[in-house]
């Protein structure tokens, strides 16, 4: 049973980090891509950081240069680094995961940038 479970979520001031983790079972390995959403108070939910299973990353242009996406196969997780936070990233992210024929999601982690 696949599950994914995001963690890192929280309070910052604007101008502030927080790292974002997604701990992925039975295995990474298992997706062609790893992608991270969020969903800001009152918008539809909208597409942040991609990874491939080949490393290749894709950004949303609203995070370029700010945001990071990694993934660590060993733990089984995939990272979203969070830098410069403006309090227009305030969101619920989630986490998830594609197959070729399904794809997955976690539960959301509530990221709050205050000004």
């Known amino acids: 049973q696949v599950q994914l479970v995001e963690s890192g979520g929280g309070l910052v001031q604007a101008g502030g980090s927080l790292r974002l983790s997604c701990a992925a079972s039975?295995?990474?390995?298992?997706?062609?891509?790893m992608r991270w959403y969020r969903q800001g108070p009152g918008t539809p939910r909208e597409f942040v950081a991609a990874i491939t299973s080949g490393d290749s990353t894709n950004y949303a242009d609203s995070v370029k240069g700010r945001f990071t996406i990694s993934r660590d196969n060993a733990k089984n997780t995939v990272y979203l680094q969070m830098n410069s936070l403006k309090p227009e990233d305030t969101a619920v992210y989630y986490c998830s995961a594609f197959t070729t024929f399904n794809s997955y999601w976690g539960q959301g982690t509530q990221v709050t940038v205050s000004s």
């Open positions: 039975p295995s990474i390995f298992s997706f062609n891509a």
